[in-house]
């Protein structure tokens, strides 16, 4: 069934009575929220479909459901007389998985995008990763002197590529996919993209033989296997300063959908890398990194059908950035030493910033998120407690997944700070929270004064609160957590079939 989730992103209680919901500009009056619908900042309502879309509408409200095809939808404050007075927020989203719920979170600041699972009602949960990645763009390619002996009339475009990897471990037909955006391509039937493989789509047609010299001069520009799987003819170019490619799969039914698969919103501009005109293009850090952040892209020098040779955070070269990639950083920042390849921030240092930017941008989770599902609850803060190396007096024994989550080496009492203060906790889960860190001290401790100095540590450690318990700590960040003003929390479910 359909859902709305709207959030308060702002430092005070907004009074919802008379605004309205709409699917359509020709009517923004369709729903009106309840008079006294008061929301709190930092926390969120879920307008459940019965709401908005019931058999017989009251009130002067007009039935309206989200399509499963893709829609819009804007949200309205109303004045005294009922009229509109402004619009307050505008998304629109594609069609939709059976099921699935789209989303903002801070990796996709105000873009709606599909999220791995549903979370109305609670933190957002990340982006889903798509089951095809956009992983190299060349959107204002350079000609070199091989290209041009081969074509000397040659259309620099001609040059362009978007490169597609199947990171999964089977075959995917491509038949009913298409690329949209800046460019439009409708895959041709019979396209089959292999496990590990990957798939170049060019401007012109490379399987066509009257494009001989054009595909000739690409493969002698990039120094390319010949046989490297391509199409193309898509329509369009890709602009040289700003573009969006989104890849699309059509899903079978009685009435067949375009569902969204991958997308990337590129710019010249920064923070976006410089790939426009320099040679380089553009390298997607890491399969499951969001396709439209720029902290997911690196320039480089191209490398269609091949690993690039920069990949941002995949600091041991699997093509995924996961906890070994953590690990391999935090040992780096424990050694003192200066190795370029860790510097992800490109500030000339090893540290703290390289962290941050790995586990929020690069990642795109949060502190705290020991197993890497995407979000921060019971489940990571007991799979802490089982390496029983909270505290336990033995130097650079701990990793992020058994508790270091500052990369010092250690799982102490910073590290449960750093959890709470800086990552996001899923409220639901307090209770559970609550007796998996108290089976944590409980394990830490062996006598009273220990366990008194622990508690009076990790006090100390919380920005100078007052006299908490641990206890005390977790109920206080799982009670604020939600009002992050910086988080944006708005969803969409679309159940319809």
């Given at each position: 069934?359909?859902?709305?989730?709207?959030?308060?992103?702002?430092?005070?209680?907004?009074?919802?009575?008379?605004?309205?919901l709409?699917?359509?500009?020709?009517?923004?009056?369709?729903?009106?929220?309840?008079?006294?619908?008061?929301?709190?900042?930092?926390?969120?309502?879920?307008?459940?479909?019965?709401?908005?879309?019931?058999?017989?509408?009251?009130?002067?409200?007009?039935?309206?459901?989200?399509?499963?095809g893709?829609?819009?939808?804007?949200?309205?404050?109303?004045?005294?007389?009922?009229?509109?007075?402004?619009?307050?927020?505008?998304?629109?989203?594609?069609?939709?998985?059976?099921?699935?719920?789209?989303?903002?979170?801070?990796?996709?600041?105000?873009?709606?995008?599909?999220?791995?699972?549903?979370?109305?009602?609670?933190?957002?949960?990340?982006p889903?990763?798509?089951?095809?990645?956009?992983?190299?763009?060349?959107?204002?390619?350079?000609a070199?002197?091989?290209?041009?002996?081969?074509?000397?009339?040659?259309?620099?475009?001609?040059?362009?590529?978007?490169?597609?990897?199947?990171?999964?471990?089977?075959?995917?037909e491509?038949?009913?996919?298409?690329?949209?955006?800046?460019?439009?391509?409708d895959f041709?039937?019979?396209?089959?993209?292999?496990?590990?493989?990957?798939?170049?789509?060019?401007?012109?047609?490379?399987?066509?033989?009257?494009?001989?010299?054009?595909t000739?001069?690409?493969?002698?520009?990039?120094?390319?296997?010949?046989?490297?799987?391509?199409v193309?003819?898509?329509?369009?170019?890709?602009?040289?300063?700003?573009?969006?490619?989104?890849?699309?799969?059509?899903?079978?039914?009685?009435?067949?959908?375009?569902?969204?698969?991958?997308?990337?919103?590129?710019?010249?501009?920064?923070?976006?890398?410089?790939a426009?005109?320099?040679?380089?293009?553009?390298?997607?850090?890491?399969?499951?990194?969001?396709?439209?952040?720029?902290?997911?892209?690196?320039?480089?020098?191209?490398?269609?059908?091949?690993?690039?040779?920069?990949?941002?955070?995949?600091?041991?070269?699997?093509?995924?950035?996961?906890?070994?990639?953590?690990?391999?950083?935090?040992?780096?920042?424990?050694?003192?030493?200066?190795?370029?390849?860790?510097?992800?921030?490109?500030?000339?240092?090893?540290?703290?910033?390289?962290?941050?930017?790995?586990?929020?941008?690069?990642?795109?989770?949060?502190?705290?998120?020991?197993?890497?599902?995407?979000?921060?609850?019971?489940?990571?803060?007991?799979?802490?407690?089982?390496?029983?190396?909270?505290?336990?007096?033995?130097?650079?024994?701990?990793?992020?997944?058994?508790?270091?989550?500052?990369?010092?080496?250690?799982?102490?009492?910073?590290?449960?700070?750093?959890?709470?203060?800086?990552?996001?906790?899923?409220?639901?889960?307090?209770?559970?929270?609550?007796a998996?860190?108290?089976?944590?001290?409980?394990?830490?401790?062996?006598?009273?004064?220990?366990?008194?100095?622990?508690?009076?540590?990790?006090?100390?450690?919380?920005?100078?609160?007052?006299?908490?318990?641990?206890?005390?700590?977790?109920?206080?960040?799982?009670?604020?957590?939600?009002?992050d003003?910086?988080?944006?929390?708005?969803?969409?479910?679309?159940?319809?079939?």
């Open positions: 069934r359909d859902a709305i989730e709207l959030f308060n992103a702002s430092q005070s209680t907004v009074d919802l009575s008379g605004w309205f709409s699917d359509s500009p020709d009517n923004f009056r369709k729903y009106q929220i309840p008079a006294g619908t008061q929301l709190v900042a930092g926390q969120s309502l879920v307008i459940d479909g019965s709401a908005f879309n019931p058999d017989t509408p009251i009130g002067g409200n007009v039935s309206f459901g989200l399509s499963s893709g829609d819009e939808l804007w949200l309205t404050t109303g004045g005294a007389a009922g009229q509109v007075v402004s619009i307050e927020d505008h998304v629109a989203f594609g069609g939709s998985r059976e099921g699935e719920t789209w989303g903002r979170t801070d990796a996709t600041n105000r873009l709606l995008v599909p999220l791995a699972t549903a979370s109305l009602g609670q933190l957002n949960a990340q889903r990763v798509p089951g095809v990645v956009i992983s190299e763009v060349q959107y204002h390619p350079v070199n002197a091989d290209a041009l002996m081969h074509a000397p009339l040659l259309d620099v475009s001609d040059l362009e590529f978007i490169e597609l990897f199947n990171p999964t471990s089977a075959a995917i491509l038949s009913d996919w298409k690329l949209s955006g800046g460019v439009e391509y041709p039937m019979g396209t089959v993209l292999n496990p590990t493989q990957r798939l170049l789509v060019l401007k012109f047609n490379p399987n066509n033989r009257e494009n001989d010299l054009r000739t001069a690409f493969v002698a520009n990039y120094r390319i296997d010949p046989t490297q799987p391509m193309g003819g898509y329509r369009g170019s890709l602009d040289n300063s700003d573009d969006v490619v989104t890849l699309w799969r059509k899903e079978a039914g009685e009435t067949p959908i375009w569902v969204w698969e991958d997308e990337v919103v590129y710019d010249d501009l920064a923070p976006w890398p410089a426009d005109g320099t040679g380089a293009s553009l390298n997607r850090t890491a399969n499951n990194a969001f396709g439209s952040a720029a902290a997911s892209w690196a320039a480089a020098a191209p490398s269609p059908g091949h690993l690039p040779a920069v990949r941002g955070g995949d600091f041991n070269g699997d093509n995924s950035v996961d906890t070994t990639d953590i690990n391999l950083l935090f040992q780096q920042m424990q050694s003192g030493q200066f190795e370029a390849a860790y510097d992800l921030d490109a500030d000339g240092l090893v540290g703290a910033r390289d962290r941050d930017l790995l586990i929020t941008s690069i990642i795109g989770t949060t502190f705290g998120d020991v197993n890497l599902d995407g979000q921060f609850d019971s489940t990571d803060l007991i799979q802490m407690t089982q390496a029983g190396q909270y505290e336990d007096g033995v130097a650079a024994n701990s990793a992020w997944e058994s508790g270091d989550l500052d990369g010092d080496g250690d799982f102490t009492s910073r590290d449960l700070v750093l959890a709470f203060q800086r990552g996001v906790y899923r409220t639901n889960d307090a209770p559970a929270a609550v998996a860190v108290d089976h944590l001290f409980a394990d830490a401790a062996s006598d009273d004064d220990e366990k008194n100095s622990r508690e009076d540590s990790l006090t100390a450690n919380y920005n100078g609160v007052g006299d908490i318990e641990p206890n005390d700590l977790l109920a206080k960040a799982c009670s604020v957590v939600g009002s003003a910086t988080t944006r929390r708005r969803a969409l479910s679309d159940n319809e079939n």
